[in-house]
């Protein structure tokens, strides 16, 4: 494609694609934010990023790696001393039960940080994954570097919630929105990492578009929030007591962003359930389905006044416009619980 050099190997992330490829390299910003939902490629956009800021061999793009100079070697061996990165579900601040994330960054660590100017290159790239601030002052610290940021600096959050960011810190950042990614380009990731081909066929066939999502469903011990997502729709549409204790929304030992996450997934599990629903209920049984695996399931639910279903599947967007605010974990299941009920 246009507008790269070398390699930049990304699935995914088309609005961010197009525009870094047309950016003229000095017009670019200090802050990003990659938003979307969980597993389509955010952070490794991020650290593709990185690494082409960082390579040290020359070329007119801003996107592209060789792969094979000191800089790119640094990169890949994770020591290049101007690429910080707090990866998983990190809390910035020091309070809010935080302790028990030892991967977690101080807000007086994000201040150093973001003081510093590249070491080796003459850029210095911070990025951090699945944001979100336990504390106004972790907060305060990512504003203060807006008043005025050391050239070169680029700082780039991802995050499945994006509206649960302060709008101070919002408004300062290039926000750019990452969608499902296409059913093949979730296979071929399968495919590439050692999936077997049946296996990834089957896994990237009901993942709805998400990378982790593909990896839970082939990873035994996380198949348990995608079939205990299932069950609770399936008892909320029949008005029967749901147990969302899979969310862990009491479990202090988890970040915000961590409940936040599972509430997302259990969201994005029943738009799909919702729609095969609907579906199986309008066009008969023979209509391809979002989640086929779970046709026995499907078979026993009630069936509803098509009218009340289309509300439904607009209470179920509301519910993941309502996710991706601060609006509390609970509220959000409550509210879509209350929504599903007959
Ligand atoms: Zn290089």
């Not at 670019?28 to 690494?51: C, D, E, M, N, W």
């Amino acid at each position: 494609m246009k507008g790269i050099e070398g390699t930049f190997d990304v699935v995914g992330g088309h609005a961010a694609l197009a525009y870094f490829a047309t950016l003229d390299p000095s017009r670019l910003s200090h802050g990003y934010i990659f938003s979307g939902p969980v597993g389509v490629g955010k952070k490794t956009f991020a650290r593709r990023i990185a690494q082409s800021l960082l390579c040290e061999t020359p070329k007119a793009t801003l996107l592209g790696y060789c792969g094979t100079c000191a800089g790119c070697t640094l990169f890949v061996a994770g020591t290049h001393p101007d690429f910080v990165s707090s990866e998983g579900r990190i809390k910035i601040g020091g309070d809010g039960g935080s302790a028990l994330h030892d991967e977690d960054l101080s807000a007086r660590d994000l201040v150093r940080e973001l003081s510093l100017h590249g070491y080796r290159s003459r850029y210095r790239v911070v990025m951090l994954g699945d944001v979100s601030f336990a504390t106004h002052e972790a907060a305060n610290a990512l504003l203060k570097f807006f008043e005025e940021p050391p050239s070169g600096v680029v700082v780039i959050l991802t995050t499945n919630a994006p509206g649960s960011l302060l709008a101070t810190i919002r408004s300062r950042f290039i926000e750019l929105a990452f969608g499902p990614l296409p059913r093949v380009d979730v296979e071929r990731v399968l495919l590439a990492s050692g999936v077997a081909p049946e296996r990834a066929a089957f896994a990237s066939e009901i993942a709805l578009g998400s990378i982790a999502r593909a990896r839970a469903i082939l990873d035994d011990d996380d198949l348990g929030v995608r079939d205990a997502s299932y069950a609770w729709f399936a008892n909320a549409v029949r008005g029967e007591p749901a147990d969302a204790s899979f969310l862990r929304l009491d479990d202090r030992s988890l970040s915000g962003a961590e409940k936040r996450a599972l509430v997302g997934e259990l969201i994005e599990l029943v738009r799909a359930a919702a729609r095969d629903w609907v579906a199986l209920s309008v066009a008969g049984a023979n209509v391809p389905l979002l989640a086929a695996d779970q046709q026995s399931l499907y078979a026993t639910l009630p069936t509803r006044d098509p009218k009340a279903m289309v509300a439904l599947l607009a209470a179920v967007g509301d519910a993941a416009r309502l996710a991706s605010t601060n609006v509390s974990a609970g509220l959000v299941v409550d509210y879509l619980r209350v929504q599903l009920a007959p």
